[in-house]
C-alpha cells in the first residue's frame, strides 16, 4: 500500500510529507487502521519535536493524537478491490474506507477528496441533475483538496432539508449523499414512466 505526499495538520503544527511511502498489509480478519501517529517531546528546553509515524494496526486511532487516512478488513485469500459504484464504499470486507478518514479543510472537518469525488462523477452521469448539482459536482472536481466543511454541509442540507443542522458525522454525511444519488439516478426514469402513462390509449 502507498502513502502518498501531502500536508497534515495538527493543531498550529503543520508537517509536509514530501515521499512516498510503502505500508506492508495482509489479511487479519478484522479491521485494520492505517493512519498517521503523532508524538510530542517537550524535554528540549527551547523548542517542542514533534515525531509522525504512519502506522498499520488493529486499534481504532485515539483522537487526540491519532489521524486515520483509511481503513479495511482484508479477508483471507482475497485482495483489495476498486469500488463498483459510490454505495461500494461502505462495503465491509475487501474495500479501502474512506468515509471514517480524519479529513480537515476550510471551517473544519470534513469528507475525504475520494468520496465527493466518486459522488460528483456518478451525479453527472444520473439522469436527473440540477444546476446546483452539477456546480456542486464542478466544484468537488476542480477542488486539488478536500471540500470546505461549510460548503458539503450546506449542499446535502439544502438537498435534504432535514433538521436545522447536520450531524458533522462522516458516517451521517455519506449516507445522506448516498440517497441523493438515488433520487438523481430514478428522476429521469420516473418522469419517462408517467410519460409512457400519459401516452396509452384503453379500448374497451
Not at 514530501?18 to 524535554?43: H, V
Not at 458516517?171 to 426514469?189: F, H, N, P, R, T
Request: some cysteine.
Amino acid at each position: 500500500m502507498t502513502v502518498r505526499p501531502g500536508i497534515i495538520k495538527y493543531g498550529d503544527f503543520i508537517c509536509l510529507m514530501a515521499e512516498e511511502g510503502q505500508i506492508s498489509f495482509g489479511p487479519a480478519e478484522q479491521t485494520q487502521y492505517l493512519k498517521i501517529l503523532i508524538t510530542i517531546d517537550q524535554r528540549p528546553p527551547d523548542y517542542v519535536l514533534y515525531q509522525m509515524d504512519i502506522v498499520l494496526d488493529l486499534n481504532e486511532p485515539k483522537e487526540e493524537n491519532e489521524f486515520e487516512l483509511c481503513r479495511f478488513n482484508l479477508r483471507k485469500g482475497a485482495h483489495l478491490r476498486v469500488y463498483k459504484n459510490f454505495t461500494d464504499m461502505n462495503t465491509e470486507y475487501d474495500t479501502i474506507n474512506l468515509i471514517h478518514s480524519s479529513w480537515g479543510g476550510l471551517g473544519g472537518k470534513t469528507l475525504a477528496p475520494g468520496i465527493t469525488r466518486l459522488f460528483s462523477k456518478e451525479m453527472l452521469a444520473s439522469g436527473n441533475i440540477r444546476p446546483e448539482d452539477r456546480s456542486f459536482a464542478y466544484l468537488c472536481l476542480s477542488q486539488p483538496g478536500a471540500v470546505p466543511a461549510p460548503v458539503l454541509n450546506d449542499y446535502i442540507y439544502c438537498k435534504t432539508q432535514e433538521g436545522e443542522m447536520l450531524p458533522e458525522k462522516n458516517l451521517v454525511l455519506y449516507e445522506k449523499m448516498c440517497d441523493i444519488l438515488m433520487e438523481a439516478g430514478q428522476g429521469s426514469s420516473g418522469r419517462e414512466k408517467k410519460s409512457k402513462e400519459r401516452r396509452r390509449i384503453l379500448v374497451d
